[in-house]
């Protein structure tokens, strides 16, 4: 069975506070996506990473992409409220046809 | 660009009864899936469909069941409801050819069973 672990599941911090999410196989993956969902509103994607040791960045959010591509990791610094919502990793395992393997999420709570 | 919308937004049925809630996919996107989302946890995947034909399936029931029509919309069917499939029903559409299955994901159903 293949898993996507996801840490940590809640997360509350201030604003302005700096805070890293993780996204975790012991399987390979072809591609790895993140997605932001705010309350009442469906995922949202916000990057593909595809290469090992990839780096991406929107603004104040930073994605890397593990160098075996069995990992990943959102950093988000100077947090704000706006930031707030459901952080979703989902990847497409090597050789599995596109399927989409996604993570339980992360849930951030920041406060003013 | 039209992106991806879901009717009715909120619903709400009793144990047994049969529902369905429909999906138009973003323009430009031929396949549909359909996730099943409990609060605060990430979106199980129930089904995909592709040229009107079901593309792969998750682990539910026959009891939940779809239709993907010409124009790429698409119904997700459920009988005999049961309490537990009290959640927020996510349709997301893609492109078939594209490499990395991105999800576009419509702001969801929100299905009460009482």
């Known amino acids: 069975t293949q898993l996507l672990e996801q840490s940590p599941q809640f997360l509350s911090i201030q604003e302005g506070e700096n805070l890293t999410v993780y996204c975790n196989s012991s399987?390979?993956?072809?591609?790895l996506q993140w997605y932001r969902q705010e309350p009442g509103e469906g995922p949202v994607l916000l990057v593909t990473?595809?290469?090992g040791g990839e780096v991406k960045k929107l603004k104040r959010l930073t994605f890397q992409f593990g160098d075996a591509r069995k990992d990943s990791s959102l950093h988000i610094t100077a947090a704000q409220p706006g930031d707030t919502g459901l952080y979703l990793c989902?990847?497409?395992?090597?050789?599995?046809?596109?399927?989409?393997?996604w993570g339980l999420g992360t849930s951030l709570a920041v406060n003013p | 660009e039209t992106g991806v919308t879901q009717s009715p937004t909120h619903l709400i049925k009793t144990r047994g009864q049969q529902v369905t809630l429909r999906c138009s996919s973003q323009s430009g996107h031929n396949t549909v899936s359909w996730y099943q989302q409990a609060l605060g946890q990430g979106p199980q995947f129930i089904f995909q469909?592709?040229?009107?034909?079901?593309?792969g399936r998750g682990n539910f029931p026959p009891r939940f069941s779809g239709l993907q029509f010409p124009n790429y919309s698409s119904e997700l069917n459920v009988n005999a409801l049961e309490l537990d499939d009290s959640a927020l029903y996510l349709c997301a559409s893609s492109l078939a050819s594209g490499a990395y299955n991105e999800q576009f994901f419509g702001p969801g159903t929100r299905l009460t069973v009482l």
């Open positions: 990473v595809v290469t």
């Open positions: 399987s390979v993956f072809s591609s």
């Open positions: 989902a990847g497409v395992y090597a050789g599995n046809n596109r399927k989409l393997i």
């Open positions: 469909y592709y040229r009107e034909e079901e593309n």
